[in-house]
């Protein structure tokens, strides 16, 4: 707007000057000339005076003494003719007449042009007469040097002045385009902001014009009320989940509880209910993570991509040892992406559990980075969300014609080069996706499964590891928690028929990457028994093993590994 506000003012004063001063410039060219040939006339009649009186007089000169035009130019040139065109007299050089010019002259006065010919020099010719009749013809040539430089110097000053006025005109245009574009600029950007999910950003216009400040105001009243409603719908749902939760974790007790002092019959049927209660908390939860991760910005870090990987990789061993899978990381050590901290640990983890739940025993899960998928994939739309491998039944169905996606992110793939994003894959052996079915994964609480399949499963014919117990969140998490980060997530079929997962992350700046190496996470085995131990990891926060923070967060993890083998085998028991 600025370039379009200095070339429109710039354009008028341009049009104007040309307007205003050429006009002037040649009307003063013309009048210079005019008075130019008017003194030449009045010094014509004082010459021609001059000679009948020189003719009176005897012994006298024919011709007079020549005058100056002004005293930058050389003096007047005189010749004189008798009247039948023979010369008579001069004063210096000769002035070229032509023959046709004299024959005028007998009769009027006769003007030439300054030309190249007569070395710039205006010629009168005139007649001299007295009371007998013609006596004689004057010729006169004066040089226009002086009104040459007249003409010149006035359309420099024009021209100077034409300047001022431009480079006045420009310094007022870059100050009422500044006037004009600073509150929109910054409207702009709070607008950007905004866009990116940041809801505290107002315009807070200070100047400009009234409708721009009017703007601003309207502007920073929307925010206010977006965010207004935002918060208002987070804690509505916090508040929500947590009144669910804690009756759930009460239901849960009790039913365990009960368990103990029931008979046989009775125990699978309270069996089968805690799997319910399970799959209600799982659901709970994964609607929170999508909640914080649509509406919740945090300033993203450099996070060490590898660490992370080999970090979920370790945790998730031990059910996939259980489960009779094997689960392989290979992810290069010198990966770094620009992430939400917490946020890249959530993908692994519902990919994970993804792929373990699809993936039969014998399988193979495989996280990698750097490689392209296996298959070109189709780029999927964030209409909703699924998860591979998961079914939910048709509540589900039900509850997709209530969803509505987060926020996309303002980082879209187009907007980021391959050279700055890092690709990791997560792929699985299991039974995999139709392309329909992929085509639908990003939406929230829908499922994998085909209605065949939902009935087979519910018979327990489906090959490989069903599952029974997915609440349609998993993938919905990753794509909100990918998006929210400036990435983008594709869904494509694997080499060996199962889904691969493909992560395009953005790379983190040589410069920006952290100086200090990421703690390493605490170091864990798996004992003969299948269990996880964990060691301490020297300089984490005491002598005998990592320091509280860390210590909570392990143990938080081996309470949602335990939880997951916990359900998962108690599925497995309540299938016929």
């Known amino acids: 707007m600025t370039r379009r506000i200095l070339a429109a003012q710039l354009a008028l004063t341009t049009a104007l000057l040309v307007g205003l001063c050429v006009p002037m410039g040649l009307d003063a060219t013309r009048h210079d000339r005019a008075l130019f040939g008017l003194r030449l006339t009045a010094a014509m009649q004082a010459y021609c005076a001059e000679v009948k009186w020189r003719r009176l007089s005897?012994?006298?000169?024919?011709?007079?003494?020549?005058?100056?035009?002004?005293?930058?130019?050389?003096?007047?040139?005189?010749?004189?003719?008798?009247?039948?065109?023979?010369?008579?007299?001069?004063?210096?050089?000769?002035?070229?007449?032509?023959?046709?010019?004299?024959?005028?002259?007998?009769?009027?006065?006769?003007?030439?042009?300054?030309?190249?010919?007569?070395?710039?020099?205006?010629?009168?010719?005139?007649?001299?007469?007295n009371a007998q009749g013609l006596v004689g013809i004057l010729a006169v040539a004066r040089s226009d040097a002086g009104l040459r430089a007249s003409i010149i110097h006035r359309w420099t000053m024009i021209a100077l002045a034409g300047v001022l006025v431009t480079l006045a005109a420009l310094g007022i245009s870059i100050l009422l385009a500044r006037w004009v574009g600073r509150p929109l600029r910054r409207l702009e950007q709070a607008a950007t902001e905004l866009g990116a999910g940041d809801l505290t950003i107002r315009a807070r216009a200070v100047g400009g014009p009234p409708e721009a400040r009017k703007l601003a105001t309207t502007f920073d009243a929307m925010a206010g009320r977006l965010q207004l409603l935002v918060d208002s719908q987070r804690r509505f749902l916090a508040d929500v989940s947590h009144q669910i939760r804690t009756p759930l974790t009460a239901m849960r007790l009790r039913l365990e509880l009960l368990q103990q002092d029931v008979d046989a019959d009775t125990?699978?049927?309270?069996?089968?209910?805690?799997?319910e209660v399970h799959r209600l908390s799982r659901m709970v939860d994964g609607l929170l993570a999508v909640s914080r991760a649509e509406h919740a910005p945090i300033p993203t870090q450099p996070i060490p991509l590898a660490v992370v990987a080999e970090e979920r990789c370790l945790i998730w061993r031990p059910v996939a040892a259980a489960a009779g899978v094997t689960l392989t990381c290979d992810v290069d050590a010198d990966q770094v992406v620009q992430c939400t901290p917490g946020h890249l640990e959530q993908i692994l983890d519902n990919l994970l559990s993804n792929a373990l739940e699809a993936t039969p025993s014998g399988g193979r899960v495989s996280v990698t980075s750097g490689t392209n998928p296996p298959a070109q994939p189709r780029p999927v739309g964030a209409g909703g969300t699924a998860e591979a491998g998961l079914g939910t039944g048709s509540a589900a169905d039900e509850l997709d014609e209530m969803n509505v996606t987060g926020p996309q992110s303002t980082m879209t793939a187009e907007s980021m080069t391959a050279e700055s994003m890092t690709r990791?894959?997560?792929?699985?052996?299991?039974?995999?996706?139709?392309?329909?079915?992929?085509?639908?994964?990003?939406?929230?609480?829908?499922?994998?499964?085909?209605?065949d399949q939902r009935e087979a499963d519910q018979r327990g014919e489906v090959p490989g590891r069903a599952d029974r117990r997915g609440n349609g969140l998993g993938l919905a998490i990753v794509h909100a928690l990918t998006t929210?980060?400036?990435?983008?997530?594709?869904?494509?079929?694997?080499?060996?028929?199962?889904?691969?997962?493909?992560?395009?992350?953005?790379?983190?700046?040589?410069?920006?990457?952290?100086?200090?190496?990421?703690?390493?996470?605490?170091?864990?085995?798996?004992?003969?028994?299948?269990?996880?131990?964990?060691?301490?990891?020297?300089?984490?926060?005491?002598?005998?093993?990592?320091?509280?923070?860390?210590?909570?967060?392990?143990?938080?993890?081996?309470?949602?590994?335990?939880?997951?083998?916990?359900?998962?085998?108690?599925?497995?028991?309540?299938?016929?």
């Open 58 to 129: 005897a012994g006298a000169a024919p011709l007079p003494a020549a005058v100056r035009d002004s005293t930058a130019v050389p003096p007047d040139e005189l010749r004189l003719f008798d009247p039948n065109g023979t010369p008579v007299a001069d004063t210096g050089d000769d002035i070229p007449i032509m023959g046709w010019d004299l024959d005028r002259a007998r009769r009027e006065n006769v003007v030439i042009n300054p030309n190249a010919a007569n070395r710039h020099r205006m010629i009168l010719v005139a007649p001299v007469s």
């Open 267 to 275: 125990t699978d049927e309270v069996a089968g209910t805690l799997v």
């Open 424 to 451: 990791l894959t997560v792929a699985d052996s299991g039974r995999g996706m139709s392309a329909e079915q992929r085509a639908a994964a990003f939406r929230r609480f829908s499922s994998n499964l085909s209605a």
């Open 484 to 576: 929210a980060d400036g990435g983008t997530v594709t869904l494509a079929e694997g080499d060996n028929g199962g889904l691969c997962v493909v992560l395009d992350l953005p790379r983190t700046h040589p410069d920006r990457r952290p100086t200090a190496a990421r703690p390493a996470p605490a170091q864990r085995s798996v004992d003969a028994a299948g269990g996880t131990r964990i060691a301490a990891t020297p300089g984490s926060g005491g002598t005998d093993g990592p320091g509280p923070r860390r210590t909570s967060a392990t143990i938080h993890e081996l309470l949602e590994v335990v939880d997951y083998v916990t359900t998962d085998y108690a599925m497995a028991d309540d299938r016929p």
